[in-house]
């Protein structure tokens, strides 16, 4: 039995305020101490402080990998292994100028780590989740090469060209890492921003990271200016790396978010992230005004870039402007998708029932204003429950569909056309068009037989109209739509295939089938359809083998028979609320009647084959034998063949989930069928209850006799308890323990009681001799 999952708490990390408190001070104490002894700072405050700085950020690091998964794990990963690499070779440095009181050579080990760390870091904003996924391949190229270019101009003009021309005699490696490090931070912070525009989650984190290889990039490229000229010193240049690792470590310590609202990430509302990549651009042009201002003569090189910088800037905004056109047609055509579905229907294409009677409305208040006349034809199809439960339900509605286009070739091209629920149709005529003559072609259309997945299918209709001529008085819209469906409902009871026109001296039958329908809606919402029992019984001892839960409905003093009531739920679409309130009372009364006992006591209900594979049933049945703790094999869904056989696929699925909840499953009505014994063999079936038909004659008939003898042996040829159903005459009890049948049930066992007259049967019953 499966319990109810407690929420798990949430992991608490590391105290983010205290970790930005401590990156405050520390960079406090950094500024001070730049006013003290430079040599002391520099050797001792400097390099220790940048270590517990990239030991921190690792830490921080490792600690956010393991609280996520998928390619943020990855992403974290990396970038922990990445500071601490960094802070390896901070760890060497430290050994050789605290330890051993030396000068740390450049180029020297602590540099594989410091090179580790931006190519790493790189990857892990690579392996950032990012929502581009919707923007154009191009857009997302120029957005790349436009920060790549601008970024790129930036480091040219305050570093990288200078230390480009002061190393052109150097050594090649010294000459490579003086030009790596500023080149290699171009490049993360390229991605950064990009990382930071296209992110799906929380950007508080990738934010402070990429402000983190900010503050590194600016060191890096302060480093390589001064070591080109050969007066590094530290001091103030180290603050970037100090206060870059804590900003990546407070990032890591940053409180989790979920993904950005939908809204977020759609094209349309993206302002701030594409805001952000115009910020190196920005600075780009800040940077070379001020230069050009203040007397530096710019070199081709420099020129070039700017002007690929606008280029580029100005084909990415022309990009988004057709990105926006397209988005502003997208956005139409889904608004016109949208009327369109609220006003049509999903599966023909018809107009629905909102758009029908809105323009029902509109041509009667013509015919109240001007005295146009008005008619409506409703027709409904025959039999049409018949091709959903021999055929299964994907026949039925491709046959819903051929109808419609038969019915938009029969009318004028004014006339609206809409399916208003089931296989109910209706046509309006707005400007005088003939009722009589637009019914009889509408039902001549369905005439011709339906090729369906190689059946062919008869279809005919039951029509009904009603019109209103300039004559007649003003009439609201639903009553108008009642008429016509009250005359299609006499059509239906005159024999079907038919037309009926509405009058005023019609039978009030089919008013008082209208009348129940609207009082069982009521009945079912008010939960006033109750539940009877009738027991199930072992012949041989006379055991209370089970109870099966009949539905009773009683309206104004008189019981109403499931035969009728049944199918009017099932026409008025009430079936699901139906069953689930009878599975529900029938589960409570299985509950306390097991309560204390030990023998397992089993109910039987029926589900009607519409919500044997309807969405969420088996959802349902399960929450019903958890809350109620059903014991396995206590509660048993009787089906039809009907049922079954709709959907084979479909119904098996079902029928196995419901076994594995320990919910007994059992054929109703076995014989009447088309079933064959290999269908009914593969259905993982509990039980099957012999249709009451077959004991009608048995008694007083050999060959019935012997037809039942032959269906009982087919059920144990399947391995299959039997129930028989419709015991009421000694004779029939007789006959059947004769035939070897265990299990019965019938007027002679035990008629249908209350609830209330149920704990005296659950003893046993007393089975006549």
């Not at 090649?172 to 993360?188: H, I, N, Q, S």
């Not at 009642?482 to 001296?505: E, N």
């Not at 359809?529 to 009773?552: D, N, Y």
Request: charged share 20%; aromatic share 6%.
């Amino acid at each position: 039995m499966p319990y109810p999952r407690v929420p798990a708490r949430p992991r608490s990390g590391p105290p983010v305020p205290a970790v930005a408190a401590v990156l405050v001070v520390v960079v406090g104490f950094q500024l001070a101490s730049s006013l003290g002894d430079a040599v002391l700072v520099d050797v001792y405050v400097s390099n220790l402080l940048q270590l517990a700085a990239g030991l921190t950020a690792a830490a921080a690091c490792a600690w956010r990998s393991r609280t996520v998964a998928g390619r943020a794990r990855w992403s974290w990963t990396c970038l922990a292994v990445g500071t601490a690499a960094w802070a390896a070779g901070q760890a060497w440095w430290c050994w050789v100028q605290i330890v051993q009181r030396g000068e740390a050579p450049f180029p020297s080990v602590a540099d594989v780590g410091f090179v580790a760390f931006p190519l790493l870091a790189g990857a892990a904003l690579l392996l950032t989740p990012t929502g581009d996924g919707s923007t154009a391949r191009w857009r997302r190229a120029l957005d790349a090469a436009m920060t790549s270019a601008a970024v790129g101009l930036v480091s040219w003009e305050t570093t990288l060209g200078t230390v480009v021309a002061m190393n052109a005699g150097n050594d090649p490696l010294v000459a490579g890492l003086l030009v790596g490090y500023p080149v290699l931070d171009v490049l993360l912070i390229v991605l950064g921003t990009l990382t930071v525009a296209r992110a799906t989650t929380a950007r508080t984190p990738q934010v402070l990271v990429t402000l983190g290889l900010v503050a590194f990039a600016v060191s890096d490229s302060a480093f390589a200016y001064v070591a080109a000229e050969g007066d590094y010193e530290g001091n103030l240049l180290d603050l970037g790396w100090i206060a870059g690792f804590l900003l990546v470590a407070l990032a890591a310590l940053c409180p989790p978010g979920g993904a950005a609202p939908a809204r977020a990430r759609r094209r349309g509302d993206r302002g701030g992230a594409d805001l952000l990549l115009y910020v190196p651009v920005a600075v780009a042009f800040a940077v070379t005004t001020v230069l050009a201002f203040g007397g530096r003569r710019l070199d081709g090189w420099e020129l070039l870039t700017a002007g690929v910088v606008v280029a580029l800037l100005l084909a990415r905004q022309w990009l988004a402007l057709r990105d926006n056109g397209r988005l502003a047609t997208e956005l139409a055509a889904r608004e016109a998708e949208l009327r369109h579905q609220a006003f049509h229907d999903a599966l023909t294409g018809l107009a629905n029932r909102a758009l029908f009677l809105d323009r029902l409305d509109h041509a009667l208040q013509l015919h109240a204003r001007d005295l146009r006349p008005v008619a409506v034809v409703f027709l409904d199809l025959d039999d049409f429950k018949v091709v959903n439960d021999t055929l299964g339900h994907a026949v039925g509605d491709e046959l819903l569909v051929r109808v419609a286009e038969r019915l938009r070739g029969a009318v004028r091209a004014g006339d609206t056309v809409a399916r208003l629920g089931g296989d109910e149709f209706a046509v309006l005529l707005e400007d005088g068009g003939d009722p009589v003559l637009t019914a009889a072609k509408v039902a001549g259309a369905l005439g011709t037989p339906f090729t369906l997945r190689g059946d062919v299918v008869d279809v005919r209709a039951s029509v009904g109209l009603c019109e209103l001529t300039p004559d007649d008085p003003p009439l609201a819209a639903d009553e108008l739509l009642a008429r016509s469906d009250t005359a299609m409902y006499a059509a239906k009871r005159s024999g079907k295939d038919t037309i009926v026109s509405w009058s005023a001296g019609m039978s009030l039958a089919e008013l008082q089938d209208e009348e129940l329908r609207t009082a069982l809606r009521a009945a079912v919402a008010d939960r006033r359809v109750r539940l009877a029992f009738q027991p199930i019984v072992e012949l041989a001892t006379g055991r209370l083998s089970g109870l099966e839960a009949l539905a009773r409905w009683r309206h104004e003093d008189r019981d109403v028979p499931p035969d009728v009531f049944i199918p009017l739920a099932e026409r008025a679409g009430l079936m699901g609320p139906l069953t689930a309130d009878l599975l529900e009372a029938a589960c409570t009364r299985l509950a306390g009647w097991s309560r204390g006992r030990e023998e397992l006591l089993v109910v039987h209900v029926n589900v009607a084959p519409s919500q044997l594979v309807a969405p969420g049933f088996v959802t349902t049945v399960a929450d019903l034998v958890r809350r109620h703790d059903l014991r396995p094999g206590a509660l048993v869904l009787e089906i039809t063949e009907s049922g079954i056989f709709a959907d084979l696929g479909a119904a098996r699925t079902t029928v196995t989930q419901l076994r594995r909840l320990g919910v007994g499953v059992s054929l109703d009505d076995f014989g009447v069928g088309y079933s064959s014994l290999a269908q009914l063999n593969a259905m993982p079936l509990d039980s099957v209850k012999i249709d009451r038909s077959f004991l009608a004659g048995v008694d007083n008939d050999p060959r019935q006799a012997r037809f039942l003898h032959a269906v009982l042996r087919l059920a144990e040829e399947i391995g299959l308890p039997v129930v028989a159903e419709g015991v009421e005459r000694p004779a029939q009890l007789h006959l059947l323990r004769a035939l070897g049948c265990q299990h019965a049930q019938g007027y002679l066992l035990g008629r249908p009681v209350e609830a209330d007259a149920v704990p005296p049967l659950l003893d046993g019953v007393v089975v006549p001799a």
